[in-house]
C-alpha cells in the first residue's frame, strides 16, 4: 500500500524541468521509460540525449546526473532484459536434482514473459551495430552466458542429441523471436504475458525433443519452479535458514 502524505517528500537527485512528477518512477527511472519508447518507436541513432530528459521530465544537464552517455542508458535497458533470467538461469542449474525438462520450461517461460511484459520492444534492439562496442560487452556477456545455461539445460535432456551449439542458438532465437512475433502481431495486446510464456516453453520443450506427456509434465512442474527458485536463492542471498 503506499502510504499518503500531506506534502510530496523530496527527492534525491537533480531537478525537473516542470516541478515534481506525478508519476512514482524515480527520475532514472523516468529516463529508463522514455528512452525505451524513443529508442524503439523513433530509433536509436535518431534519438537525442536532449530529447530523452525532454520526455523524461528534467533538463538534459539534470539527465547526466544518471547516465553520463546516451550508451549508458542502452547498456542498462538491454541488460535489464537479460540479467533476471541469467539469475534465474543460475539458480535452476544449481538444482540438479529437478527434472531439467521442468526447469527448460520454467526457464523459457520466464524469459518470455519478461520481454513481453515490458510497454516496449526493447528485444529489437539486440542487433543495432552500436551494441558490438566496447560499452556492451556487459551485456553481451551475459546474453552469452544464458544461451549456455539453454545449452546445458538441452543436453541434459538429450545428451545424445545432435548439433547442440545450433539447436543451443535457435532455442535462444525462439524465445527472442517469439516474443517479437508476438509483440508484432496488431492483436498482441490481447495475449497475456503467462500466455505467452507458456506458449514459448512448450515450443522449447518441443525443440529438446520432449513428446507430449513429457511437455505437459515439464510444464505443471515448472510452471512453480520460477517462484520457488527465486525465493530460496533470495533466502539463501540473504543468510537466511
Not at 524465445?175 to 508484432?184: D, F, L, S, T, W
Amino acid at each position: 500500500m503506499v502510504t499518503q502524505h500531506s506534502r510530496p517528500s523530496a527527492r534525491v537527485g537533480r531537478p525537473r524541468v516542470a516541478g515534481p512528477s506525478e508519476s512514482e518512477l524515480t527520475p532514472r527511472e523516468e529516463v529508463l521509460a522514455a528512452a525505451a519508447e524513443l529508442f524503439t518507436e523513433n530509433g536509436y541513432a535518431a534519438t537525442t540525449t536532449r530529447a530523452v530528459a525532454e520526455k523524461a521530465g528534467l533538463r538534459q544537464a539534470s539527465m547526466y546526473h544518471y547516465f553520463a552517455r546516451k550508451e549508458d542508458i542502452l547498456a542498462t535497458l538491454l541488460e535489464s532484459t537479460v540479467e533476471p533470467s541469467l539469475l534465474l538461469a543460475t539458480a535452476l542449474l544449481a538444482r540438479p536434482a529437478l527434472d531439467p525438462a521442468a526447469r527448460l520450461w520454467a526457464l523459457a517461460a520466464a524469459d518470455a514473459a519478461l520481454l513481453h511484459r515490458g510497454l516496449y520492444n526493447l528485444g529489437a534492439l539486440y542487433q543495432l551495430p552500436e551494441v558490438r562496442g566496447e560499452r556492451f560487452a556487459g551485456f553481451r556477456r551475459s546474453r552469452a552466458e544464458l544461451r549456455s545455461a539453454y545449452g546445458e539445460l538441452l543436453h541434459l535432456i538429450d545428451p545424445a542429441g545432435p548439433g547442440r551449439e545450433l539447436r543451443c542458438d535457435l532455442l535462444l532465437g525462439l524465445v527472442e523471436g517469439g516474443v517479437a512475433v508476438v509483440r508484432g502481431r496488431p492483436e498482441s495486446s490481447g495475449y497475456d504475458t503467462a500466455e505467452v510464456g507458456a506458449a514459448v516453453a512448450d515450443a522449447a520443450l518441443r525443440l529438446a525433443g520432449c513428446d507430449r506427456a513429457g511437455r505437459e509434465a515439464a510444464a505443471r512442474e515448472g510452471a512453480g519452479l520460477e517462484a520457488a527458485v527465486s525465493a530460496a536463492a533470495g533466502a539463501a542471498a540473504r543468510g537466511e535458514a
